[in-house]
């Protein structure tokens, strides 16, 4: 029984030790609420007097307040020292009224002031506030303050008038300049970035509006001695704003100046290696390995490279690196470039495959398929080609890699595009003077080239005939059809002249005699014999 009361006092002793402790974590989360009159906050009360709560003291206050008139208001605020349940506390009154009382228990523990020099800046504050209320029921403190705000208003919208003016004039003045300079090289660009700079210019039309309309507002609210606590937030906050991009400016300045000396010595080290490739495009320069036609697609692959890199050096540098959802963007960026780029970088590779394999060129006439014209513009994801129906034919790098490529023009360079048309005629017709009449079909047909001059191709004997075939370079190839339709007119007409038979013969009887040329016909006109047996 003694051990069982001893244990009994030790615990009763030890609930006495703590209770403090756990009185103190509860007051940590006691309510708070704050005083405010003519909205302007005087101060926090977070201690219960007398059974009320800090939020029934402010009630409690504020209907103290309301039973006031303008006369009692304006009595002398003082204040006074008092101790209540051996609590220290500063009562204000207002005259003779008592309004409310400021204990030690209201102090913030963390400031570490005294309730003294809480209670002087309480002073002013309440003095401030109560100032307010009256100066605020005076009738011609509120008529001037309309009178201003209507003032201001008037000038508000003054002022969002003439930017509205300003900015239209400015746009059109300029949209006039802009598309008036046809034939100005240094404004051909703004022609086509005219919708980015109205956009820009709208954008900063409705920043020069919020502003005026801020600034208005702002105004507007400290003619009235109830709003003033407002205005000076919005003030503080516009400062706070403004300072906050100064000083993050100012911090970005170092790092933006790294950033500007990394491009231009990016840009200085690509203009060199475009002068470099530009010069083996023009055959000034030669560089092995690297082909005259493949130079400006080479050109530009160094010039990725030399800018990634030169991006890649800088980013660290930026403001936003190390912004969080710049990061974020990144990554879904990325993402999406994952899963939507195979197809992208299956046809930009085959275009390298097509531009280093020399397979064609513009200008080039070719056949992919079904597909004959001339290359008209050679892309990183696709060919496009004009065909003989002056149709563009856009066909995929991956299709043209897998596909054969007849090119007419490639092999023969500056000679133009080579065609051709075959022609049958029996032995007994003189083949010089077969190949002297194509020769002059060739050079009366406007189409074709004199120079490399057309020539003749015996491509068989065959058992009833000779197969003689043309061949010719043109300038057009598009013109192809048409051409060859000419040449084909002048062809009839030449052998009609002389009396040669087109149509090939087949026998069914061996003639009576051989069919053979005379040595006399074998220079038949039009061929001409060598200067040798003329003479």
């Known amino acids: 029984m003694n051990a069982f009361l001893a244990a009994f006092r030790f615990m009763i002793l030890l609930a006495a030790m703590l209770a403090p402790g756990l009185l103190f974590a509860k007051g940590e989360a006691r309510p708070e609420a704050m005083l405010t009159i003519a909205n302007r906050d005087i101060v926090m009360l977070r201690a219960t007097a007398q059974g009320a709560s800090p939020e029934m003291r402010t009630r409690r206050i504020h209907e103290r307040l309301r039973q006031m008139d303008e006369r009692d208001l304006t009595a002398p605020i003082s204040r006074a020292h008092l101790t209540i349940d051996n609590r220290r506390g500063v009562v204000f ?24 020099q809480v209670a002087e800046e309480v002073g002013k504050h309440f003095a401030a506030a109560v100032a307010a209320l009256v100066e605020q029921g005076h009738g011609s403190v509120l008529m001037k303050g309309i009178l201003f705000s209507l003032i201001a208003t008037a000038v508000m919208l003054v002022l969002l008038w003439g930017i509205r003016r300003a900015t239209t004039y400015v746009l059109d003045r300029l949209q006039r300049r802009v598309l008036s300079a046809s034939t100005d090289t240094t404004l051909r660009w703004a022609a086509q970035g005219w919708l980015l700079v109205k956009r820009v210019a709208q954008l900063v039309l409705v920043a020069l509006w919020v502003s005026v309309a801020y600034l208005w507002f702002t105004y507007v609210l400290t003619n009235f001695p109830l709003t003033q606590p407002f205005a000076e937030r919005l003030s503080g906050l516009l400062v706070e704003i403004l300072v906050q991009i100064g000083e993050g400016a100012i911090a970005s300045l170092p790092g933006l100046i790294t950033v500007a000396i990394i491009l231009f010595l990016t840009k200085a080290a690509n203009d060199v290696a475009g002068n470099i490739f530009d010069n083996v495009s023009l055959g000034r320069s030669l560089i092995p390995g690297v082909h005259k036609d493949t130079a400006h697609a080479t050109r530009r692959l160094v010039g990725v490279l030399v800018w990634g890199v030169g991006i890649a050096i800088a980013y660290p540098y930026l403001p936003i690196a190390d912004s969080e ?74 299709i043209l890699v897998s596909s054969p490529i007849k090119n007419y023009t490639g092999a023969f360079g500056e000679r133009g595009a080579l065609i051709s048309t075959t022609v049958t005629i029996g032995y007994d017709t003189p083949w010089r003077q077969v190949h002297a009449m194509l020769i002059k079909a060739a050079e009366e047909t406007s189409g074709l080239r004199t120079q490399p001059t057309p020539f003749v191709m015996q491509k068989g004997l065959q058992d009833y005939y000779v197969e003689y075939e043309l061949y010719a370079y043109v300038d057009r190839p598009l013109e192809r059809i048409q051409i060859l339709s000419e040449l084909h007119s002048h062809i009839q007409d030449q052998f009609n002249t002389y009396g040669v038979q087109i149509m090939s013969p087949h026998f069914v009887l061996q003639p009576r005699n051989n069919v053979v040329v005379n040595k006399d016909d074998w220079f038949a006109a039009p061929a001409k014999p060598p200067a040798s047996e003329a003479s």
């Open 325 to 398: 959802s710049f990061k974020g963007l990144s990554v879904m960026f990325g993402f999406m470039l994952t899963l939507g780029s195979a197809g992208v970088v299956t046809q930009m590779m085959s275009g390298l495959v097509l531009i280093y394999s020399r397979a064609l060129k513009v200008g080039d006439f070719v056949s992919v398929g079904e597909v004959m014209g001339v290359v008209k513009e050679t892309g990183a994801l696709s060919t496009k080609v004009i065909n003989m129906r002056n149709e563009e034919v856009t066909i995929p790098n991956a």
């Open 93 to 116: 009154y207002i005259g003779d009224r008592n309004i409310f009382v400021l204990y030690e228990g209201d102090l913030d523990e963390g400031e570490k002031r005294s309730l003294d």
